[in-house]
């Protein structure tokens, strides 16, 4: 009588793993947002571990899950309200550019409009404003379902995420927990430097622009502060691209002056050793890779991989140097 070479171990594995592909398969469209609660959740977990000391882990997970909808929430009102008190100036440095560089060689890549929508721009605005909200959200039910899943997902990775993991890696074998222990903390390390450096790039870019702007000698610093906040929150090209568009907007008025020191100071002081420097340090700091090596992961992962690529990218990159590493201690000192 021959034996099966599958046993049910194997089986079971291989039954759990296929439930899994198909899972993906089918929440496929969901996984940017399960990506992002996880990512979240992993920089949130040293937070949720000293809550826990004094409340419930329940309670500490629907604690940090309602502040983060309530910081989330502030955060936009705050933009929205300065955005719609500035809405005709901002309509007005639209129209300034359109107008201004239209008969200039940059007129390419400006927008084009018909004169009657250059007549009721504020209009034109407010209904290309929606349709690109529209566009970026598609289906407003689906849009909402997936906020919702989003805070759902973030709440019972915090709860349970320790406990997932550890039922996980219980079966490993020392030596192979040992290296996965060593990989598990680089990811983590990753996603924290990640997501804590560039939300205080965006406030050091922020309270920077204040002085900036102010000695510039412009009366709306606090909305030309904001726009590169907010701007530097998007990896690698939003506060180029906004500071791009101030400098168009000087030259659309004709100050020479504020566009070369827009290009010049601004972007250096803004943005430049923010992204070239601070971000690339900090990073490399917390996970003790080079800071060129961070900067290609994250390089390589936005433009292919989207938005999630800024937390995959890096996080890819850094599983390879500390792979290579381990790799290379297994080989030189297999007793390690």
């Given at each position: 009588?021959?034996?099966?070479?599958?046993?049910?171990?194997?089986?079971?594995?291989?039954?759990?793993?296929?439930?899994?592909?198909?899972?993906?398969?089918?929440?496929?469209?969901?996984?940017?947002?399960?990506?992002?609660?996880?990512?979240?959740?992993?920089?949130?977990?040293?937070?949720?571990?000293?809550?826990?000391?004094?409340?419930?882990?329940?309670?500490?997970?629907?604690?940090?899950?309602?502040?983060?909808?309530?910081?989330?929430?502030?955060?936009?009102?705050?933009?929205?309200?300065?955005?719609?008190?500035?809405?005709?100036?901002?309509?007005?440095?639209?129209?300034?550019?359109?107008?201004?560089?239209?008969?200039?060689?940059?007129?390419?890549?400006?927008?084009?409009?018909?004169e009657t929508q250059l007549s009721n721009f504020d209009e034109t605005l407010k209904d290309?404003?929606?349709?690109?909200?529209?566009?970026?959200?598609?289906?407003?039910?689906?849009?909402?379902?997936?906020?919702?899943?989003?805070?759902?997902?973030?709440?019972?990775?915090?709860?349970?995420?320790?406990?997932?993991?550890?039922?996980?890696?219980?079966?490993?074998?020392?030596?192979?927990?040992?290296?996965?222990?060593?990989?598990?903390?680089?990811?983590?390390?990753?996603?924290?430097?990640?997501?804590?450096?560039?939300?205080?790039?965006?406030?050091?870019?922020?309270?920077?622009?204040?002085?900036?702007?102010?000695?510039?000698?412009?009366?709306?610093?606090?909305?030309?502060?904001?726009?590169?906040?907010?701007?530097?929150?998007?990896?690698?090209?939003?506060?180029?691209?906004?500071?791009?568009i101030l400098a168009l907007y000087f030259l659309s008025i004709g100050d020479f002056r504020?566009?070369?020191?827009?290009?010049?100071?601004?972007?250096?002081?803004?943005?430049?050793?923010?992204?070239?420097?601070?971000?690339?340090?900090?990073?490399?700091?917390?996970?003790?890779?080079?800071?060129?090596?961070?900067?290609?992961?994250?390089?390589?992962?936005?433009?292919?991989?989207?938005?999630?690529?800024?937390?995959?990218?890096?996080?890819?990159?850094?599983?390879?140097?500390?792979?290579?590493?381990?790799?290379?201690?297994?080989?030189?000192?297999?007793?390690?």
């Amino acid at each position: 009588m021959e034996t099966s070479l599958i046993t049910d171990d194997m089986k079971l594995g291989l039954l759990i793993i296929t439930i899994f592909i198909v899972a993906i398969i089918a929440f496929w469209p969901l996984m940017t947002v399960f990506i992002w609660a996880i990512a979240i959740a992993v920089a949130l977990l040293p937070i949720h571990k000293r809550l826990c000391r004094m409340v419930t882990p329940s309670a500490s997970a629907t604690f940090i899950t309602v502040w983060v909808l309530l910081l989330i929430l502030l955060v936009m009102s705050l933009a929205a309200s300065v955005l719609i008190n500035n809405e005709k100036h901002i309509g007005d440095m639209a129209l300034s550019m359109i107008t201004g560089l239209k008969h200039t060689g940059l007129s390419g890549f400006l927008p084009s409009f018909t004169e009657t929508q250059l007549s009721n721009f504020d209009e034109t605005l407010k209904d290309l404003i929606i349709k690109t909200i529209l566009s970026l959200t598609g289906n407003i039910m689906q849009t909402l379902l997936s906020i919702i899943i989003f805070f759902l997902s973030l709440s019972m990775l915090l709860y349970y995420g320790e406990f997932i993991w550890d039922s996980i890696t219980s079966a490993l074998s020392p030596r192979l927990l040992c290296g996965v222990n060593k990989l598990s903390e680089i990811s983590e390390n990753t996603i924290y430097a990640l997501i804590i450096v560039q939300i205080s790039a965006a406030m050091i870019s922020f309270i920077l622009a204040i002085p900036f702007f102010y000695f510039l000698g412009y009366g709306d610093v606090l909305l030309f502060s904001t726009m590169i906040g907010f701007a530097m929150l998007i990896p690698l090209i939003g506060a180029q691209i906004m500071i791009l568009i101030l400098a168009l907007y000087f030259l659309s008025i004709g100050d020479f002056r504020g566009t070369v020191i827009m290009l010049f100071i601004g972007y250096p002081l803004l943005s430049g050793w923010i992204d070239f420097y601070y971000r690339p340090v900090m990073m490399g700091k917390r996970v003790a890779v080079h800071p060129v090596i961070m900067m290609i992961g994250i390089f390589a992962g936005v433009p292919f991989m989207g938005i999630v690529g800024f937390i995959i990218g890096p996080v890819l990159i850094a599983l390879v140097v500390i792979g290579a590493k381990l790799l290379a201690q297994e080989y030189c000192d297999p007793d390690l």
